[in-house]
């Protein structure tokens, strides 16, 4: 779910033909906290409330998943962020031209 609005954000800020503002030194994307960080803060499109939340909670649930060893991501933790996943997908395909 992280590496799927790592590349939509991606994708939008190349939509608006401005990703150098999503690289590191090394010419790089940013990994995701770097991405909400300029979403949040760049003034290339303007986020809902609900986008900033949305990325948030995922990568909280994808960052336990990938980090904590004793944790593993279940169905019933996915559910619940569901509405989350959609939300934050479905604006930036439609702010990426994707959709």
């Excluded at 590191?24 to 940013?30: E, F, K």
């Excluded at 960080?37 to 409330?49: A, D, G, M, Q």
């Amino acid at each position: 779910m992280s590496q799927i609005l790592e590349t939509l954000i991606i994708e939008v800020y190349e939509h608006k033909q401005d990703e150098c503002k999503i690289k590191g030194v090394d010419d790089n994307y940013l990994m995701l906290s770097g991405l909400i960080s300029k979403v949040e803060s760049e003034n290339i499109f303007t986020p809902s409330r609900n986008l900033i939340s949305g990325l948030k909670t995922v990568k909280r649930l994808g960052d336990l998943s990938a980090h904590n060893r004793r944790f593993n991501a279940r169905n019933t933790d996915i559910e619940q962020i569901r509405t989350d996943l959609r939300v934050t997908s479905e604006e930036l395909l439609q702010l990426s031209g994707l959709k």
